[in-house]
């Protein structure tokens, strides 16, 4: 089975804590689709990153794999 598409929201007080939180449900993903033998596709991958302020982008890791921020501004 291939997912499609995937949408997951997270916060948190700065950049570093929402980049923490973002990789802590990654990982959880991970491990539900690898029980339920669902691959993601990491080549067509995209992370954005909506802020109201500039900062330097982030990196975020999903299936072993190092995806830098898409990044957005509100």
């Given amino acids: 089975?291939?997912?499609d598409d995937l949408i997951g929201?997270?916060?948190g007080a700065c950049k570093m804590e929402t980049e923490n939180y973002a990789n802590q449900d990654l990982k959880k993903i991970e491990r539900w689709a690898t029980d339920n033998k669902i691959k993601f596709n990491d080549k067509n991958t995209r992370?954005?990153?909506y802020q109201r302020k500039e900062t330097t982008t982030g990196k975020?890791?999903?299936t072993g794999?190092?995806?830098d921020w898409t990044k957005t501004k509100k």
């Fill in 1 to 3: 089975m291939i997912a």
């Fill in 9 to 11: 929201l997270t916060r």
């Fill in 47 to 49: 992370f954005y990153l």
């Fill in 60 to 62: 975020l890791i999903f």
């Fill in 65 to 67: 794999i190092t995806k």
